[in-house]
């Protein structure tokens, strides 16, 4: 535990009766401590005043990077991520200080994890949108960088949603990954059709099922998977169209179209009138693909990185 200079507030680590506090100003942040278990107390901090406040919160969550750091399955150059969030409650007038307590307090949580695995390259990262530009100067004056751009692009569903049909011995169902087994079964397929080979972690798959208005579309050769689509809903209008994946093996088979229309349409047949969804600016191929099915610019964010 730490305090500020000026002794007001208490930078300490989050407790479960700290949520309903943080569900004031952040709620998507209470509901991943309570319910994601990939977030541990030990990488959460909450900033308190004397009166028991929460007027900020911190936390380090693992990317899906970080799964395989235990393991030797990947080559010396592999980076591994482990992303940091700081969010100030409006609601009180939160001097710069509280924010920089926060950070360093996070880096130094970093650090000490980071120092039990010396031989690994470990990356901190924030993601800003592009026109928070204080934030971005926040960030660089820490001595951060540009990683890359995140694309994220929407379709208009009050728009005709065309038809792009598979094969006969292909089927694509509304799967609802019901067990345990079918959820990793999913998680080894996303992994395999990931140059990277990583894949979400079975925690953040099921807190992602357990949310609001949650599908998948995917598509099986007899039994095996060879891609999928998630949706969730975003709010009354809009929904999410992510974690679009094929296998290699299925590529340029019209596979991936195929998938998201079917998603698209059903997003529509509920009353949705738009979908978003995320790509990596270098992406060229799925960018081409996702301006075909329909979609357009929205904004952009950026990944800003420090090495430690």
Known sequence: MSKT???????????????????????????????????????IFCAVDAEENIVGIGHLEPDQTWFFIDKSTKPS????????SISLNEKFHCPLEIKNELFSTLLNRANEIRNQYPDKNVTISHTIP???IDEMDYFLAKGFYVIR????MKRDLTEEIPNFPISDHMKIINWKMDTEAEQEEYLRAEA??????????????????????WDTFTAFAGDKIVGSVMTWGLDEERSATENIFVLHEWRRKGMAKALITEALKFLKSNGKTEATLGVFGENQKAIALYKELGYKMLFINIEFGLDL
Do not use: C, P
């Not at 150059?77 to 940091?84: A, G, I, R």
């Not at 751009?149 to 994220?152: F, P, R, T, V, Y």
């Not at 059709?193 to 949310?211: A, C, E, P, Y």
């Open 77 to 84: 150059h592999f980076v591994y991520k482990l992303n940091l």
């Open 130 to 132: 592009s026109d928070e």
């Open 149 to 152: 751009n995140h694309l994220i």
């Open 5 to 43: 200079e000026n002794q007001k507030y208490t930078i300490r680590n989050y407790i479960d009766t700290d949520a309903d506090k943080i569900a004031e100003f952040d709620f998507l942040s209470m509901l991943a401590y309570r319910y994601n278990r990939d977030y541990e107390a030990s990488n």
């Open 192 to 213: 395999k059709s990931d140059d990277n080979g990583v894949s979400w972690s079975l925690n953040r798959l099921q807190w992602t099922k357990n949310g609001s208005e």
